[in-house]
Each structure stands twice: as C-alpha cells, then as structure tokens.
C-alpha cells in the first residue's frame, strides 16, 4: 500500500481531493498585492470621486432635463439638437478657437526666449523667476489687473499709446478687440511654465553637437533651426498639447476681463465654458450646460488626436 504523506504531517499533493496549502512564496506575494492595492487606493479613490463620478454624471445629465429643485426627465437628444442648432454656441466656439489659435502663436516666443536665456551667463535664474511669475499669479488677480490696463478710459496701454500720438480702443468693451486682448495676457500668463519646459529640453540638448556644427562653419541661426529646433521637437509638441487644452478650456480671463453683462461686448466674446457656465449657473440649464460639457469634451479630445497623429510627421525623438 502507497502512503499517502510525503513527509511528516504532509499531506501528497498528488492525492485526487486534496488542495496543496499555499507555498510561504505564495503567501507574501499574496500579502504584497494586497498592500499595492492598499497604498493606490486613496488615489483611485480620489480620482473616482472627483473626475470619474463627476463626468459620469455630467454625461447623464446631459441626456435629461433637469430642473433647479426635483428629479431630472429624460428627454434624449434634445440639448445636442438645441445646441447645434444655437448661434451663441457656433460663435463661442469660434471666439475659443480664434484664442486657441492666437495663444498658440506664443509658442515659438517662448521657443525664442528659452534659447535666448540659456546663452545668458548670469541672472539665468532671475530672468526664469521673473517670467514664471505670472503663473503661480491668481488668475482672478492677473484678470483685474490687465482689465485695469487695458480700459479704454483711464488704461495704462491707451495713454502709453497716446504719448506716441495713437488713439487708445476699448479693448476689453469692443467685441472687435476682446479675444485678441485675452489671447495676449494668455500668451504672458502661460509664458513662464512653458520656458521651464523648454528650458529642460534645451539641456538635454549634447553640447558636442554645436562645437561639431561651429568646426564645420554654422552659425547660430543654422545651429538653432538644424540642431535646437529638431532635437527640442519633443518638449515643443509637450507644449502645444498643453496650450491646447488649457487654451479651449479658458473661462477666468472672460469672467473677469469683461466684468459681467453690463459689458457692451459679453454677447461676442463668450467662450465655450462661458457658455456653459451661463447655462448652468445663471440660466439653470442643467441639462443644456451639460451637454455643452460633453462636446468641449469630445472637441478637446478631436484637437489631442490630431496633434498626437501629426506629431509622427515633425516630432524627433531620435
């Protein structure tokens, strides 16, 4: 007759019926996955409760009609409809694209600052701190003071524009101006992060590389647009992404440039999340604000994928 114990007081795994107890290896990988999963919950938990619960909602609501006080019905849809078909949304989205697209253009000032400061010897970090300002600024803050500057009245830009013999505008109260005055304190306000950026990428850049170009007679316009601008492609697409998305989602500036419906020009520089803040907060238009939500979402993520598509063509990463 075989024995049914291997050694002492062990059971033979072998046996049909019976289930081999967990190896000690076994165990503390066991207990390890069990920590992991213990040290990333508060994160996961963070990020349900404060990004995924939010959006699903969001979503859902933009498929009903809800009102201020009770439950919401679900009308299909019915905002998308009303939202397509509204002329307020076709021209927020064209005042967030026109912004987009000038605020964008302050990616190669910042290009063209980064390199300059790096050929600086002393008070890099000076002129770093100086720039980065802004962005550790309050945007409300940043927003009334350039709203101060740019009045069309008693605005610091129209007397320095008069001492010169130009007549001032109403930048912040003419429609024809706002989007461009809001693109240019954009562009100050995101100059600093992106030079930081920028900066990080030029020093990774091999100073061999230029010593090799300068024996071999480059100059430094051919060195910054045959070795700067390639190699540093890759920070400059990091960038654009950025700007993008921070650009399409601009509501502070709007808000507190324009200094609320009394302004003459609110109707023709509303932004897409102004919209949506208008329609949700002012108007109570829950349903309709959240499917304004929705395609800024969808847009931003359409803008993303074709950056990241055509970065294959001009981003090197070699």
């Known amino acids: ?74 009308n299909g849809l019915d905002n998308y409809s009303k ?22 253009l302050g990616v190669p000032v910042a290009i063209v600052l980064a390199a300059l400061i790096e050929q600086v010897a002393k008070g890099r970090t000076f002129y770093r701190v100086l720039l980065f300002l802004p962005v550790v600024t309050l945007p409300v803050a940043v927003g009334m003071v350039w709203r101060f500057i740019l009045n069309g009245d008693f605005g610091i830009l129209n007397y320095l524009l008069s001492l ?23 562009i100050w306000m995101g100059l600093g992060i992106n030079l930081i950026i920028l900066g990080a990428g030029l020093q990774s850049i091999p100073v061999d590389l230029y010593e090799a170009s300068a024996l071999d007679g480059a100059g430094r316009i051919r060195q910054f647009f045959s070795i700067t601008l390639p190699l540093l492609s890759p920070s400059v ?14 509501f502070d500036l709007v808000f ?40 800024l979402l969808i847009i931003i993520m359409i803008a993303t994928a074709i950056q990241f598509r055509l970065q294959k063509r001009w981003v090197n990463y070699d």
Request: glycine content about 8%; overall charge positive.
């Open 256 to 295: 507190v440039m324009l200094g609320g419906v009394n302004n003459t020009a609110i109707d023709g520089s509303k932004t897409i999340v102004y919209l949506f803040y208008e329609a949700a907060f002012v108007q109570f238009k829950q349903g309709y604000g959240a499917a304004i939500a929705i395609v």
């Open 1 to 74: 007759m075989t024995s049914t114990l291997t050694k002492p007081g062990r059971l033979n795994a072998d046996r049909p019926g019976l289930t081999p107890a967990p190896s000690p290896q076994r165990r503390r990988r066991n207990r390890i996955d069990w920590w992991a999963y213990a040290m990333i919950a508060p994160a996961l938990l963070g990020l349900g409760a404060l990004y995924l619960w939010p959006f699903l909602s969001t979503f859902f609501k933009s498929f009903m009609n809800v009102p201020v006080f009770g439950q919401g019905t679900f």
């Open 164 to 186: 010169v013999g130009i007549p001032g505008e109403y930048w912040v109260a003419d429609a024809r101006f706002t989007i461009y005055a809001f693109a240019a304190v954009g």
């Open 237 to 250: 697409f990091f960038v654009t992404v950025l700007t993008t998305i921070s650009a399409l989602q601009m």
């Open 83 to 104: 939202l397509l078909s509204d002329e307020d949304f076709w021209r927020a989205l064209g005042n967030s694209a026109l912004y987009t697209v000038l605020v964008l």
